[in-house]
């Protein structure tokens, strides 16, 4: 599709007045033969995304949708620094190692520890877990057994990427599946799947489905006690991607972390409670030795030895700028701060949505992330449900709430899921509930879709 290369009257008058994408369809199938000027790719980009949901009516993500001025400015500057050059910016790899010990402190390692910056919890946890599968090797090759079968333990409410990983890396998931009424797993779910081909067992610090937290207190307390009778000395590793930056400030007595003896590593996504934007994760071991050797890369780079374990190599250095930022700027004070705004004004939908008299609330009486899981009432209309009802509130007022149901064995239960974030002030919830008794009363009148089994809008969305 060449363009012919004549200057036309029509052509003066769009360089003048506006550009050819006004008329023209964008770019999409092949490269373009020619460009354009930086304003009109601008606007080209701009104006296709302005179709997107808004991030701020995004009651769906876990990640970070706003951040303060002086942070994006941070990130803006440094756009054009390359992280994993360590030679040349031997300070990011400084920031780097100093967030990785204030982690360290706030998980309560014991002693000296060793971690590092990823893309995500998911690079985090495939790291993390390899970690184990290897350390796993390194015990059964001492011994002299077979490497054949590894197995990991994990419950039906954990992210994908512990699936992914499994697939990935060549473990066997064995995977406890929940029941109506019970979303997390705890001591005597993860029992009867443990034996000597266990490299792990993962713990949820707020599962992405209801937002609370497996039993990882009594899941220690039985690998503590199988390593004091049986020899077994099985691992666990903690998903903190959500809960690594919500328990340490609204839960601070709470033990989930380093605490426990049997808590090896932690994953946490600096890109959701850390209050940093996409994408940033951390692992963090809890001593230097539960980093299996193997996994580390000492390379001569650029004429200086540099050890790794990352599956990355290049990478911005901004978001690991920008987390640090985030750790001096807020302390411990001002973490807990908001984190507790964030909880009273979940606590405020969850009491506005019970006083509705159409819902029912998920487990706020428990340790949990700020959000709020709701469903409609048993005694509910029939003739619509939780999609329509998010199907709906989109529909009318451009809030995204997810509506999905949860893992087996409790894919019966359909529920809806609002987080409630920093930017969602008291007078936003007031307007989200009274939109969500519109988006009802609509329903009531007019039925929703239901029936027509539908495609859920998001299933147990961990993004
Ligand atoms: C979000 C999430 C993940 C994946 O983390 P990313 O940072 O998006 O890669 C894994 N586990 C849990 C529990 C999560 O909430």
Same mark, same amino acid.
């Given at each position: 599709m060449s363009r012919e290369m004549t200057t036309t009257a029509d052509d003066r008058a769009t360089a003048l007045f506006g550009n050819r994408f006004l008329t023209e369809a964008a770019p999409s199938t092949h490269f373009p033969d020619s460009g354009m000027t930086p304003l009109d790719s601008l606007r080209l980009v701009a104006e296709d995304l302005?179709?997107? =949901?808004d991030p701020q009516r995004n009651l769906a993500t876990f990640v970070t949708t706003w951040m303060e001025p002086e942070a994006q400015r941070i990130i803006a500057e440094n756009l054009?620094?390359?992280?994993?050059?360590h030679a040349e910016y031997p300070i990011s790899a400084e920031i780097e190692q100093r967030c990785v010990r204030m982690l360290a402190d706030l998980f309560n390692a014991p002693g000296e520890t060793t971690g590092c910056r990823t893309q995500g919890s998911s690079e985090a946890i495939m790291l993390g877990a390899l970690s184990l599968k290897w350390k796993w090797r390194e015990r059964r090759t001492a011994a002299g057994k077979s490497l054949d079968q590894p197995n990991l333990v994990f419950g039906g409410?954990?992210?994908v990427v512990w699936e992914k990983f499994c697939r990935y890396f060549d473990v066997e998931p064995r995977i406890v599946p929940l029941a109506e009424n019970k979303y997390t797993i705890g001591p005597d779910d993860v029992r009867p799947h443990l034996d000597e081909n266990t490299i792990g067992v993962v713990g949820v610090l707020g599962t992405t489905f209801t937002g609370h937290m497996d039993d990882i207190r009594g899941i220690n307390d039985l690998l503590v006690a199988l390593k004091a009778d049986g020899g077994l000395d099985i691992p666990m590793h903690v998903? =903190?991607?959500? =809960?690594g930056f919500v328990w340490p400030f609204?839960?601070?007595?709470?033990?989930?972390?380093?605490?426990?003896?049997?808590?090896?590593s932690i994953n946490v996504s600096g890109h959701k409670y850390g209050l940093v934007y996409p994408g940033i994760g951390w692992l963090v071991f809890r001593e230097k030795s539960d980093l299996a050797e193997d996994l580390v890369f000492y390379e001569n780079y650029l004429g200086k030895t540099d050890a790794t374990f990352t599956l990355n190599f290049s990478t911005g250095a901004s978001m690991v700028l920008a987390q640090y930022y985030m750790f001096v700027r807020l302390g411990r004070e001002g973490y807990t701060y908001v984190m507790r705004q964030m909880q009273q004004n979940a606590k405020a939908l969850a009491d506005n949505l019970r006083a509705s008299g159409r819902f029912e609330v998920i487990g706020d009486d428990q340790e949990q992330l700020p959000l709020v899981a709701f469903r409609l009432k048993a005694d509910h209309d029939v003739s619509y449900d939780e999609s329509d009802v998010a199907w709906q509130l989109s529909a009318e007022r451009g809030w995204m709430v997810p509506a999905y149901t949860l893992p087996p064995d409790a894919q019966d239960v359909k529920i809806l899921r609002a987080l409630v974030k920093e930017t969602m002030s008291r007078e936003q919830v007031d307007r989200l509930t009274q939109d969500i008794e519109d988006a009802c009363q609509t329903l009531d009148q007019k039925g929703g879709a239901a029936q027509v089994e539908r495609e859920q809008v998001k299933q147990g969305s961990g993004y």
């Open positions: 302005a179709m997107e =949901g054009h620094r390359n992280f994993i050059d409410d954990v992210h998903d =903190g991607a959500s =809960g609204l839960y601070p007595d709470s033990a989930w972390d380093f605490r426990l003896e049997q808590v090896r």
